[in-house]
């Protein structure tokens, strides 16, 4: 599958071109958003419905049908929340979309919204975000101005208040209802579901919460049609996705790649291959939260059935790729030592099961485990992930469970017991 043509773009991908209000106008923008207006609610949502949009932040839920739980709710007072906490590392996509394209943002934010019918909003922005902050302030006091935010929107009856928020740069608050919990003004934390936020969301409200990236997917797919939506990736995974690409590879940087490529030609095509006189080890898909896969199943296509079926987490979208000059276990540590300094320290397998993990590696990487701290280590990995409390720690023991599955032979050789010296000491 060849790079997509710029024609075919949902997004316009230019590292070094802002595009502005006038700009996001002159090339098609807000007509999406007066389209909606003008078709109502339900006719929008079908579009959506049958473009087979989902979300893009991680889970993968059917956006439409996440929509229709809200409208299904009784509550007139309804929320819409943009997630624009991207704290997953080696993610940059939605910085990207905010500092570059954030009319885009803002027209699916709307759209969204009326489709839903909610009134107020929030754009979550992490604090490591001053630039995109600053960009999304000035966006959003010019779409007032011209009346495609704010009251009586294009003359339409349906107004929409919309405020930037600022978290506090907790990786937490990427959770949905720990993001809830920061705008209210309590801790971070992550809350028990059932309820879920469609069905009392902020201060008890039902609230829409989506993705920086799903957001942005929505005027095109109202511009252009479910049909030609569904033109690029597959039928289980329609659309594109936003690959952050990064490690050891020729070209790192942000690509938008159509569903149904394999992970291989994602490294090639767009990446240009591993550097120089360098082999491809190990590739981290999904972020520090994600996978780590070999080369042999670098064939996998991005599509999340595909993926799910050989265990792979799509997740933000973002690729790691690690040459043979790096060490597994070094790199599984890094990981787990940002998901040890991010967690709350609410539940214990998650506080103390990374803290064991933690200890374990140290040994392992100063070659003073024995083999049966491998073993050890897989039932911390297996506690963290089945008992922890939200998704921080569930997800913080994929790369230590895929590393484990397929680099086994790494940790082992880490173990003393494991070397020619000791085992003849052992049997003499």
Known sequence: MNKMLDDDQIFNISPGRHVDLDHHCQNGGYSALAKALAQGPETSLKEILDAGLRGRGG??????????????????????????DEGEPGTFKDRFIMTHIPFQLLEGITIAAFMAGAS????YVRHEYPEAQ???????????????LGDNILGSGFSLSLKLFSGAGSYLCGEETALISSIEGKK??????????????????PTLINNVETLANIPKIIEKSASWYRSFGTPDSPGTKLIS????????????????????????????????????????????????????????????????????????????VLD???????????????????????????????????LILDRLLAGEAVRQDVSTLERYTR???????????????????????????????SCRDNKPSFIEEETA
């Open 59 to 84: 889970a993968a839920f059917p956006t439409a049908e996440k929509i229709k739980m809200l409208r299904a709710n009784t509550e007139k007072l309804r929320y819409i929340i943009c997630n624009a």
């Open 120 to 123: 107020e909003g929030y754009i």
């Open 134 to 148: 600053k960009i999304l302030h000035e966006s959003i006091e010019e779409a007032e101005r011209r009346g495609f």
């Open 188 to 205: 971070g934390r992550p809350r028990l579901k059932p309820p879920y936020p469609t069905q009392a969301g902020l201060w008890q409200k």
């Open 245 to 320: 690409l990064s490690g050891d590879v020729q070209n790192r940087g942000l690509f938008e790649v159509p569903f149904g490529m394999t992970f291989a030609q994602i490294i090639n095509e767009y990446g240009g291959g591993a550097k120089t006189g360098k082999a491809i080890k190990a590739v981290n898909i999904g972020g520090a939260s994600g996978v780590l896969i070999p080369p042999e199943m670098l064939f996998t296509p991005l599509e999340y059935l595909a993926c799910a079926k050989t265990g792979i987490t799509i997740g933000s979208g973002a690729i790691f």
């Open 324 to 358: 043979d000059t790096r060490s597994i276990l070094s790199n599984v540590q890094n990981r787990l030592r940002f998901f040890l300094h991010e967690s709350c320290g609410k539940c214990t397998p998650c506080r103390e099961g990374l803290r064991q993990a933690n």
């Open 383 to 413: 506690a963290i992930q089945e008992a922890s409390f939200c998704g921080l720690g569930q997800a913080a023991g994929n790369s230590l469970r895929s590393s484990l599955a397929y680099y086994r032979d790494e940790y082992l050789a």
